[in-house]
């Protein structure tokens, strides 16, 4: 059985922190990984994939993999109010992409 | 910026009626997906489709459950008989590729099952 897994929260850091979030996978196969954004209510939103070991930074957002430790996470910098969601880590593997069940994050302004 | 279509946003529906819901995939997608998420738990995966035929399904897509693309473009979930317990988001996804490359996946905004 292929498992993210994933800390519930809520995670709350105040505006302008950097908000750390992470993951943690069971499949050694996989070779995709991706983190999404939730808001209640509405869709998973793609806010970065990341492919291969080490730190990929997009704006505000820094994806970090350890294929050997079966880890990824995501370091939001500089967070805002508008960053408060749902925050949901995913790999692909075959015909499927698994996801954890979400951290919650609450930015306080 | 292309995006994955779901119809209808909201469906009410009496228990033991069939639904359909319908998906528009990004136009050069190959591989489409269906995902539902039951109020405040996660994303669980149902079916993967390509070339017309089921990759890989979940226990959950039982024989309630069918998917079929009509034409170019639509790509359709079925419930025969719906049960309370279907109640839930139903997210149509797509990637342009699948299985060993690199693809994000795409959801549209969902349709929000309710079954009374």
């Known amino acids: 059985q292929k498992e993210v897994e994933q800390n519930s929260g809520p995670l709350s850091v105040p505006e302008g922190a950097i908000a750390s979030l992470n993951c943690t996978y069971s499949?050694?196969?996989?070779?995709?990984f991706f983190w999404y954004r939730q808001y209640s209510g509405k869709s998973p939103e793609l806010i970065m994939s990341?492919?291969?070991?080490g730190d990929k930074e997009d704006g505000r957002f820094t994806a970090q993999l350890n294929k050997a430790s079966q880890y990824v996470s995501l370091l939001i910098r500089d967070s805002q109010p508008s960053d408060s969601a749902t925050y949901l880590c995913a790999f692909h593997n075959f015909n499927k992409f698994y996801f954890g069940s979400g951290t919650k994050l609450n930015v306080k302004p | 910026e292309p995006e994955v279509t779901q119809t209808p946003s909201h469906q009410v529906t009496q228990m033991g009626q069939e639904v359909i819901l319908r998906c528009v995939p990004i136009s050069n997608h190959l591989y489409f997906y269906w995902y539902r998420q039951i109020l405040g738990q996660k994303v669980e995966f149902l079916v993967s489709f390509y070339n017309n035929e089921i990759s890989e399904k979940s226990e959950i897509f039982d024989d309630q459950f069918s998917v079929e693309r009509p034409d170019g473009s639509n790509f359709t979930l079925k419930i025969r008989s719906t049960k309370l317990e279907d109640s839930a988001m139903y997210f149509c996804?797509?990637?342009?590729?699948?299985?060993?490359?690199?693809?994000?996946?795409?959801f549209g905004n969902g349709t929000r099952l309710t079954v009374t």
């Open positions: 499949d050694r196969v996989s070779q995709s």
């Open positions: 990341i492919y291969s070991n």
């Open positions: 996804a797509s990637s342009e590729v699948g299985q060993f490359l690199d693809s994000p996946l795409h």
